[in-house]
């Protein structure tokens, strides 16, 4: 049997401009973070000649064109594995459709996978790579880069995306203080409502495809708060990190009406005035998680607390998508 696993991510800075629709005309730029919440693929071998498919549903099939679920057909196909049966079960640890990139870790996960049921090695790279191919250009989803890249390398990692497709990755400089500090004082809870991350993308990137003024500048702000982001957490000053959130919440909002609700912009508003320095839902919008930076966390938990809300507690995942049991 063969196990992997691959962390879940929030976005520090910069999120929106990992879609093609914006980076190959004016370059994209992001901080994500690896966390401690994984997606885990299992493979092995069957005795039956039969495709078994386990996920949220369970699939029986002869051939892989026969398979239902699109990244799990479409990675089977690249990989050329026509003529191999086997069992494929996915488990995670937070459900799909919360804004934490769920689909970029069970790619890299099962890509991963697959490549070492082949017995290959391949490079981070190519793994993030091969991930966004099957999800971007095979499935024509109009999702960014980012997912994909965190999940595979792992850690605190500014990402710049390129005009012509290349990705360069480099990881945050962050002395010790500052990393435990940042990762202590970043909190994280369930909204309750979950959302497909591509139909709330897809105003964004048909805006952007049409070169929309307001969505351009909108992005070309989103992107200079990244980088000034980068700035704050390479020179510890958290509190200005934190501030950075709440200003990148405010235009992140302007970007779609189904960005945010009454109820989300409630709870936002109600940990502003318990602690909170600056916030923003996790992902693409319209549920998911909230996430908070706070010095002050036990005003802000038990005000949350008493809302309704639910604490996930992470810490930072440092090794990206790795394989577990082989």
């Known amino acids: 049997m063969i196990i992997t696993r691959s962390p879940l991510r929030i976005s520090l800075g910069g999120g929106g401009t990992d879609l093609p629709s914006y980076y190959e005309k004016h370059t994209g730029f992001l901080i994500a973070a690896a966390i401690d919440k994984y997606v885990y693929i299992t493979i092995h071998k069957t005795f039956a000649k039969e495709l078994i498919i386990k996920y949220s549903k369970l699939e029986r099939v002869n051939e892989i064109t026969d398979i239902e679920h699109p990244i799990i057909r479409e990675a089977l196909k690249e990989l050329d594995m026509t003529d191999q049966y086997f069992e494929i079960t996915s488990l995670a640890d937070i459900p799909a459709g919360t804004g934490l990139g769920s689909s970029g870790s069970f790619t890299t996960a099962l890509i991963k996978a697959l490549h070492a049921h082949n017995n290959q090695i391949i490079s981070t790279r190519f793994l993030a790579e091969q991930a966004c191919m099957i999800e971007l250009d095979r499935l024509k989803e109009p999702i960014g880069k980012q997912d994909q890249y965190i999940a595979a390398f792992g850690g605190i990692t500014a990402f710049e995306f390129l005009p012509d497709g290349r990705v360069e990755i480099s990881p945050v400089q962050m002395?010790?203080?500052?990393?435990?500090?940042?990762?202590?004082?970043?909190?994280?809870?369930?909204?309750?409502?979950?959302?497909?991350?591509?139909?709330?993308?897809?105003?964004?990137?048909?805006?952007?495809?049409?070169?929309?003024?307001?969505?351009?500048?909108?992005?070309?702000?989103?992107?200079?708060?990244?980088?000034?982001?980068?700035?704050?957490?390479?020179?510890?000053?958290?509190?200005?990190?934190?501030?950075?959130?709440?200003?990148?919440?405010?235009h992140k909002k302007k970007r779609s009406g189904n960005m945010s609700n009454s109820k989300i912009n409630e709870w936002y508003d109600l940990a502003m005035r318990n602690g909170a320095v600056g916030g923003k839902l996790i992902g693409a919008g319209g549920g998911g998680f909230l996430m908070f930076y706070t010095e002050d966390k036990m005003k802000l938990r038990h005000a949350l607390m008493n809302a309704g809300l639910d604490e996930v507690r992470f810490k930072f995942d440092f090794e990206g998508t790795k394989v577990v049991v082989q």
Not at 200 to 222: G, P, Y
């Open 175 to 250: 002395d010790k203080e500052t990393l435990y500090n940042l990762e202590d004082n970043l909190v994280l809870y369930f909204t309750g409502y979950s959302r497909s991350a591509s139909s709330i993308l897809k105003e964004q990137d048909d805006k952007s495809k049409n070169e929309d003024d307001d969505m351009t500048n909108n992005l070309h702000f989103i992107k200079e708060l990244g980088k000034k982001s980068l700035i704050a957490l390479e020179s510890g000053n958290l509190l200005e990190f934190g501030e950075l959130m709440n200003v990148h919440w405010e």
